[in-house]
């Protein structure tokens, strides 16, 4: 198509009306929820970027699929059509429906991890890690070093470090009950992991026998980029890369608000049978029965629809595009973003906009601040606010890089909405300088990030 504008590979059927509060009424509201941007209200944002998890459109054949949805309390026919879909994409042998992807992680670290050992990953995304930490255990990111430049352009950025999981491994093999790879890698900017870095992942683990999981919530995405920049497999359809990704692994944790194209739900897709048995008691404890697990009917059988379309290769090549749009827009207007732009979500690098901002005063917070306060654009802080470590002595351990994601809900926006927030990401990369801290005045012990209350301090070098 050369240079014309990517379109929507769908029409609009239904609109809903978005509200516009003043600037005004944008400073109020943000004094009112103590600077979180977690506490505001729906009608108080214009363009909600906080996350594409649950917040995109369902197609006509979902709604209609919902209208099918089967209630009954067990063994339910909307499970039944949700679980062959599963594992005609997975290929594993139990599958565990949740209410969403967090869930997930709660049932198989509960089964899986005991406190004092470690779980590695590429990068542990906040509810991962606060799951590995509840149960007493560290969280150990691996991430490539490639995924620690957001300025550093290279295909597969989200890559785990091979030799350091080897040297994990060699080090802590008895501390270590699994290895987890993030597809996408979230919080190193949504970058992709290769297909070539999956295996060397599987026969690390192979030599140690680790149980090796993914945590797939945006696995078609992952899989159209191992399609487009990886030698070998652009003849393949991306559901064929998505069958091998699986087949590398022994499970996989899995957000259906993501490439589940849902509102709502997830699932724990295992092969071994006495750990999905583990799983499934589990399960009974805190989601509900095993075939809805915590979801409706109705909600089974939209999953079950989305997961099919979420691998349809023309929403797939619409998808990162529009995502790319933005990042080109904003990264010609001279503001720094991780590079190059992930599948779901551009990275804006508060860093290196925002350098007279130290960690402790959260850089990505106040950037992520401004967006809302300049106009309505609500994203979310992934730096130090989410991912720093208070130390023993008071003082805090800084994130590895202060980013704030503006990730963009699936089949909801149009382009003109995306121009729209490139303006708003230039005119406040434009007063910068101008641009000062917070401070938190109070915090939760676990996902801080979510119902923190915060204050600003005077900008300037040093706070």
Same mark, same amino acid.
């Given at each position: 198509?050369?240079?014309r504008?990517?379109?929507?590979?769908f029409?609009?059927?239904?609109?809903?009306?978005?509200s516009?509060?003043?600037?005004?009424?944008?400073?109020?509201?943000?004094?009112?929820?103590?600077?979180?941007l977690?506490?505001?209200?729906? !009608? !108080?944002?214009?363009?909600?970027l906080?996350?594409?998890?649950?917040?995109?459109?369902?197609?006509?054949?979902?709604?209609?699929?919902?209208?099918?949805?089967?209630e009954?309390?067990?063994g339910?026919?909307?499970?039944?059509?949700?679980?062959?879909?599963?594992?005609?994409?997975t290929?594993?042998?139990h599958?565990?429906?949740?209410?969403?992807?967090?869930?997930?992680e709660?049932?198989?670290?509960?089964?899986?991890?005991? !406190?004092?050992?470690v779980?590695?990953n590429?990068?542990?995304?906040?509810?991962t890690?606060?799951n590995?930490?509840?149960?007493?255990a560290?969280?150990?990111?691996?991430?490539?070093?490639?995924?620690?430049?957001?300025?550093?352009?290279?295909? *597969?950025?989200g890559?785990?470090?091979?030799?350091a999981?080897?040297?994990s491994? !060699?080090?802590?093999?008895?501390?270590?009950?699994?290895?987890?790879?993030?597809?996408?890698?979230? #919080? $190193?900017?949504?970058?992709?992991?290769?297909?070539?870095?999956?295996?060397g992942?599987?026969g690390?683990?192979?030599?140690?026998?680790?149980?090796f *999981?993914?945590?797939?919530?945006?696995?078609?995405?992952?899989?159209?980029?191992?399609?487009?920049?990886?030698?070998?497999?652009?003849d393949?359809t991306?559901?064929?890369?998505?069958?091998?990704?699986?087949?590398l #692994?022994?499970?996989?944790?899995?957000?259906?608000?993501?490439?589940?194209?849902?509102?709502i739900?997830?699932?724990?897709?295992?092969?071994?049978?006495?750990l999905a048995?583990?799983?499934?008691?589990?399960?009974i404890?805190?989601e509900?029965?095993?075939?809805?697990?915590?979801?409706?009917?109705?909600?089974?059988?939209?999953?079950?629809?989305?997961?099919?379309?979420?691998l349809?290769?023309?929403?797939?090549?619409?998808?990162?595009?529009?995502?790319?749009?933005?990042?080109?827009?904003?990264?010609?207007?001279?503001?720094?973003?991780v590079?190059?732009?992930?599948?779901h979500?551009?990275?804006?690098?508060?860093?290196?906009?925002?350098?007279?901002?130290?960690?402790?005063e959260?850089?990505?917070?106040?950037?992520?601040?401004?967006?809302?306060?300049?106009g309505?654009?609500r994203?979310?802080?992934?730096?130090?606010?989410a991912?720093?470590?208070?130390?023993e002595?008071?003082?805090e351990?800084?994130?590895?890089m202060?980013?704030?994601?503006l990730?963009?809900?699936?089949?909801?926006?149009?382009?003109?909405?995306?121009?729209?927030?490139?303006?708003?990401?230039?005119?406040? $990369?434009?007063?910068?300088?101008?641009?000062?801290?917070y401070?938190?005045?109070?915090?939760?012990?676990?996902?801080r990030?979510?119902t $923190?209350?915060?204050e600003?301090?005077?900008?300037?070098?040093?706070?």
């Open positions: 198509m050369g240079k504008p990517i379109i929507e590979p029409r609009v059927h239904t609109v809903q009306a978005i516009m509060p003043s600037r005004d009424e944008r400073e109020e509201a943000l004094r009112r929820v103590d600077f979180n977690f506490g505001l209200r729906a !009608e !108080e944002v214009i363009i909600d906080l996350t594409d998890s649950g917040t995109g459109a369902m197609s006509t054949k979902q709604w209609a699929g919902m209208m099918l949805g089967d009954s309390y067990a339910s026919r909307s499970f039944f059509r949700f679980e062959e879909v599963v594992k005609d994409i290929g594993f042998g599958v565990i429906p949740t209410h969403q992807g967090r869930a997930a709660k049932i198989l670290f509960s089964a899986m991890v005991d !406190e004092g050992q779980v590695v590429n990068s542990h995304f906040d509810t890690r606060a590995v930490e509840y149960r007493g560290e969280a150990r990111d691996l991430v490539h070093a490639d995924g620690l430049v957001p300025s550093h352009v290279a295909p *597969f950025k890559n785990m470090d091979l030799d999981l080897r040297d491994l !060699e080090a802590d093999a008895d501390r270590i009950p699994l290895v987890m790879v993030t597809v996408t890698n979230n #919080a $190193a900017g949504g970058q992709p992991v290769s297909m070539a870095n999956l295996k992942v599987r690390i683990c192979d030599e140690y026998e680790i149980p *999981f993914l945590d797939a919530c945006r696995f078609a995405e992952n899989a159209w980029f191992i399609k487009t920049r990886e030698e070998g497999y652009a393949r991306p559901k064929q890369i998505a069958q091998e990704m699986f087949s #692994a022994d499970g996989c944790t899995m957000s259906a608000k993501k490439d589940g194209l849902a509102n739900g997830g699932f724990l897709a295992l092969n071994d049978e006495r048995v583990e799983s499934r008691n589990l399960l404890l805190t509900g029965f095993p075939t809805y697990g915590g979801m409706a009917g109705y909600d089974l059988e939209a999953v079950a629809q989305g997961l099919e379309e979420v349809d290769e023309d929403y797939l090549r619409y998808r990162t595009r529009s995502v790319e749009y933005l990042a080109e827009k904003v990264l010609a207007g001279g503001v720094p973003t590079q190059p732009a992930g599948g979500a551009v990275y804006v690098d508060a860093r290196a906009l925002l350098p007279h901002i130290p960690p402790h959260y850089p990505a917070h106040s950037l992520a601040v401004e967006f809302y306060r300049e309505g654009v994203g979310v802080e992934l730096g130090s606010l991912f720093g470590v208070p130390m002595d008071g003082t351990k800084a994130a590895g202060e980013l704030v994601r990730a963009i809900p699936r089949r909801m926006y149009t382009q003109s909405h995306i121009d729209y927030v490139a303006e708003v990401v230039l005119d406040v $990369a434009a007063r910068a300088g101008s641009i000062g801290g401070r938190i005045v109070e915090q939760a012990p676990w996902l990030h979510f $923190a209350r915060l600003p301090v005077e900008a300037g070098p040093g706070g």
